[in-house]
């Protein structure tokens, strides 16, 4: 059952949350949460000099308007405090693969969310019959991690220094995807 609607949910630490599906009025209060994020410096590969809110904005509401994209929120007292993305790509060698991202505010990680929204893409990914979904994650963080593997995704490879950080300092990206035609967790 893909999530059409707000369902009301409880943290592991008793806070409540709203899971629902994304709208276009929410472009501006997530391309705030992706801003937050990106200022940590450790989480999401773009700088925080490299990517304008304004445009940001636009290109998150141009994505959650797409029919063929899954985009939901996390919300906590009227505020976006996490989101999945599932983009399928539209090309006819390629349309039955997804590209997940996520996106967790601090202060509300490690209580469920994230296993949540991973969980609801998977949902909506076997509900549309897609072969593979794929993602890109820093090998250091374990939190993430942790969470794709528990939902059944395996790890694909390692693109060595793939990124290149302010400073001048390289990261590397550990992919992984999930089957859903595989067994039962995949």
Same mark, same amino acid.
């Given at each position: 059952m893909t999530i059409?609607?707000?369902? /009301?949910?409880? #943290?592991?630490? %008793?806070? *409540?949350?709203?899971?629902r599906p994304a709208r276009p009025t929410d472009s501006r209060a997530l391309a705030s $949460?992706? !801003? !937050?994020? @990106?200022? +940590? *410096? @450790?989480?999401?590969?773009?700088? #925080?000099?490299?990517?304008? +809110?304004?445009?940001e904005a636009f290109f998150i509401g141009e994505m959650i308007r797409? !029919?063929? &994209? $899954? #985009?939901?929120? !996390? +919300? /906590?007292?009227?505020e976006v405090v996490g989101?999945?993305?599932?983009?399928?790509?539209?090309?006819?060698?390629?349309?039955?693969? %997804?590209?997940? &991202?996520?996106?967790v505010a601090d202060g509300w990680r490690d209580v469920g969310i994230g296993s949540a929204l991973v969980a609801a893409a998977?949902?909506? &990914? @076997?509900?549309?019959? $897609? =072969?593979?979904? =794929?993602? %890109?994650?820093?090998p250091d963080n374990e939190r993430a991690i942790a969470v794709y593997e528990h939902a059944g995704f395996v790890r694909e *490879?390692?693109?060595?220094?793939?990124?290149?950080?302010?400073?001048g300092a390289y990261r590397d990206e550990l992919l992984m995807a999930w089957f859903p035609a595989e067994g039962a967790e995949g």
């Open positions: 059409t609607n707000s369902q /009301a949910r409880t #943290a592991i630490d %008793g806070r *409540g949350w709203t899971l $949460l992706f !801003a !937050a994020v @990106r200022h +940590e *410096g @450790r989480w999401l590969v773009t700088p #925080a000099s490299a990517v304008s +809110e304004p445009s797409d !029919a063929g &994209s $899954l #985009a939901l929120v !996390a +919300e /906590a007292d009227g989101n999945v993305l599932v983009s399928v790509d539209r090309s006819v060698v390629s349309d039955h693969v %997804g590209t997940l &991202s996520i996106c998977r949902e909506w &990914s @076997r509900d549309r019959g $897609l =072969a593979k979904v =794929a993602l %890109g994650v820093f *490879g390692l693109r060595r220094r793939q990124y290149r950080i302010p400073g």
